[in-house]
């Protein structure tokens, strides 16, 4: 089985400080690992994935993660928060063996950046 | 322009009033699933669909059914809604979750049964 939680149910930046959004997972198989991100009233939208490949992973709008398979970390960063980041942030695992290509997701951190 | 649509986007409803939330995507995706999203609990897997006529439950599938006779729809039904239903929903799509490829979300439907 696989799980993932995240540090924080929300975290506040001031505008331009370094944002890190902590994710932690557990997968029995080698993972792939996600992060979206939702605005308001909006559906859920991909920032980045890692699947085998490099370690850290760029993604859009300035976000990278880096991969930590001995910590099972993926904790997602930005160097410069803008009052644009504020949203709700998922980080997700897949099973890259299973018959059931879900996605379990953690319960989410709300930035706030304030001005 | 490639997407995944559900309708409605909002609905209320009572209990026991059947209803049904429809998903529809243009990508030629395999694999479709829906998730009910909850506050401090996330996103959670109601049921999923490997291809056309393959579905399967996924963590919380009490109260609901799919149906899945298209490749390009999946259907959410809820026989008898309960209050404990009430929820944002969203519908996702992809070839394959993990192999170079992304799962495409809907813009949700917020369901408050009454």
């Known amino acids: 089985a696989q799980s993932v939680t995240q540090l924080g149910s929300h975290v506040s930046v001031s505008e331009g400080a370094l944002v890190l959004l902590r994710c932690n997972y557990s997968?029995?198989?080698?993972?792939?690992l996600f992060w979206y991100v939702q605005y308001p009233n909006q559906g859920l939208q991909l920032l980045l994935k890692?699947?085998?490949?490099?370690?850290l992973v760029k993604g859009i709008n300035g976000f990278e993660a880096e991969f930590k398979k001995s910590e099972t970390s993926f904790h997602l960063t930005k160097p410069s928060a803008h009052m644009s980041d504020a949203a709700e942030y998922f980080c997700?695992?897949?099973?890259?063996?299973?018959?059931?290509?879900?996605?379990?997701f953690g319960k989410g951190t709300l930035l706030t950046v304030n001005p | 322009e490639a997407q995944v649509t559900q309708n409605p986007r909002y609905l209320i409803t009572v209990t026991g009033k059947k209803l049904t939330v429809t998903c529809s995507q243009n990508m030629n995706h395999e694999y479709m699933s829906w998730y009910r999203q909850d506050p401090g609990l996330g996103l959670r897997q109601i049921y999923y669909?490997?291809?056309?006529?393959?579905?399967d439950k996924g963590d919380v599938p009490e109260g609901y059914k799919v149906s899945r006779k298209e490749k390009r729809n999946f259907p959410l039904i809820l026989e008898s809604p309960s209050p404990n239903q009430t929820s944002l929903y969203f519908c996702?799509?992809?070839?394959?979750?993990?192999?170079?490829?992304?799962?495409?979300f809907g813009q949700g439907t917020r369901l408050t049964v009454v």
């Open positions: 997700a695992v897949s099973d890259s063996g299973g018959s059931n290509y879900k996605l379990t």
């Open positions: 997968s029995s198989v080698p993972p792939y």
């Open positions: 669909s490997m291809n056309v006529e393959v579905t």
């Open positions: 890692y699947t085998s490949a490099a370690t």
């Open positions: 996702a799509s992809s070839y394959r979750t993990g192999l170079n490829t992304e799962a495409f």
